[in-house]
Structure formats: structure tokens, C-alpha cells
């Protein structure tokens, strides 16, 4: 069956422009998750759906991170004005529901480079 | 002291070998713990889940000690194949779960 997918594979940018990344989750996965993984670090949480609701936005570094998800489906993941601290892979996962032993399915990720 | 912590490695090892690593965490009511394993450039992948009893898959015995916090993942005979970061993973319930990952220990398994 179909995983995880994130598009597009790979995105270079210029400093200060907008971006947005796309997460596909596996159909029927009512949790969505967004991770951010710089070289050789581990993973850093952003944010978390469930549902259409995004009850932790702890993990966004800065106002310039959005992230929405609609029709408990597709989410994007929006970085206003990049800089080039944010170049990193960002990984999407999705899992039945949030909760305990829910294994969480992530995508290939977007490769982001920040010029 | 950071909520999750694994020794970053890499951990060099000789095909064959046994090998183990540990992960602690800092919230004594986590509850939920698992080991992710992650290739080079690749996405993470569940490698197991780990229940208080500790369980074993084949080669991977996974076991968690509440009392001091830690969960290890042990491998046996070693393959070649294993050569990858290890992540552990712990789950917090309630009001909001936090689900934490480490930032992972590499290994290496050498020829």
C-alpha cells in the first residue's frame, strides 16, 4: 500500500523567500507529525496534528513556521522568509492515532537548501 | 539533564559481535518507548517497540529498567546490514503527548 509521501524531494531557495513543503499521509492516519533533521543531528519536533487540530506547536523555532492540515489529509509545512539556518531535511510522519504503540510511518522527506 | 539521551558513537564493531547501547530518559512517567533505525540519508524506520517485560526479534533484544530510566537495545551476530543509527524513542501520555526522539547512537559493523 502507499506510505508516507513528501513533496518535492528536494527544494533549494534563496534567503528570504517562502517555501512550502507538502506531506501526504497514509490514508485512514488520523496523527500527522512534522520533524526538522540538520546534518548528522538528530530529529527535532515542530508540530503534531490530530486531526485537523494542532494541539502542539511547541517545536516551531519561529513565527516564521506555519503548518496546517485540512480534510484530516494533506499538510503543509510553510517557512516565510528562509534563512539559511533553516536548511535541513524535514520529515513528515503519520500514525493511526496518537497515542501508545502507534508506530509512526515517516516519508522520504524534503531535502531543503537554503542559498 | 536532556529528556532523551543516547550516546552518540559511532560505535565500531566487528561483524559477528554483540553489540549494545542504552537510552535514558529524564520523565519517570513515560511510558511508551520504542528504537527507530535510521540509514544513511534515509527516513527512520521502527526497529521495535520495547515492552516492560523486554522482548526480543531475532537478533534485537530490546529491555527497559524503570528504575533507573533506561532502555537498551541489544544485537547479536552482528551483520553488516546493521550498520546504521539507532534511535530510541519515548512517549510521554497526557494532556498533550510528547513524543521524544533521541538523536540517535551510530554503528558501524567492520568486515
Known amino acids: 500500500g502507499a506510505g508516507v509521501s513528501q513533496s518535492p524531494s528536494n527544494k533549494v531557495t534563496e534567503k528570504g523567500k517562502d517555501v512550502e513543503l507538502r506531506c501526504d499521509p497514509i490514508?485512514?492516519?488520523?496523527?500527522l507529525y512534522w520533524y526538522r533533521q540538520r546534518l548528522g543531528q538528530g530529529l527535532e519536533f515542530l508540530i503534531y496534528?490530530?486531526?485537523?487540530?494542532?494541539?502542539?506547536k511547541s517545536g516551531l523555532p519561529s513565527d516564521r513556521f506555519s503548518a496546517e492540515r485540512t480534510g484530516e489529509s494533506v499538510s503543509t509545512l510553510t517557512i516565510q522568509r528562509t534563512q539559511q539556518e533553516d536548511s535541513a531535511v524535514y520529515l513528515c510522519?503519520?500514525?493511526?492515532?496518537?497515542?501508545?504503540?502507534?508506530?509512526?510511518?515517516f516519508g522520504p522527506g524534503t531535502r531543503l537548501t537554503v542559498l | 539533564r536532556k529528556e532523551v539521551e543516547q550516546d552518540p558513537g559511532p560505535f565500531n564493531v566487528p561483524e559477528g559481535a554483540t553489540v549494545a547501547f542504552n537510552c535514558t530518559y529524564s520523565?519517570?512517567?513515560?511510558?511508551?518507548f520504542f528504537w527507530y533505525r535510521q540509514d544513511c540519508r534515509k527516513e527512520p524506520k521502527l526497529l521495535m517497540s520495547?515492552?516492560?517485560s523486554g522482548n526480543e526479534d531475532g537478533r534485537f533484544t530490546a529491555q527497559l529498567n524503570r528504575a533507573s530510566q533506561y532502555i537498551s537495545l541489544l544485537i547479536r551476530d552482528s551483520k553488516l546490514s546493521d550498520s546504521a543509527t539507532y534511535l530510541c524513542?519515548?512517549?510521554?501520555?497526557?494532556?498533550?503527548?510528547?513524543?521524544?526522539f533521541g538523536k540517535g547512537t551510530r554503528l558501524h559493523i567492520l568486515p
Open positions: 496534528f490530530q486531526g485537523n487540530s494542532a494541539p502542539d
Open positions: 520495547v515492552y516492560s
Open positions: 524513542v519515548v512517549l510521554t501520555a497526557g494532556r498533550d503527548d510528547k513524543i521524544i
Open positions: 510522519a503519520s500514525s493511526l492515532t496518537r497515542g501508545t504503540y502507534n508506530e509512526q510511518f
Open positions: 520523565n519517570s512517567a513515560s511510558q511508551s
Open positions: 490514508s485512514g492516519h488520523t496523527a
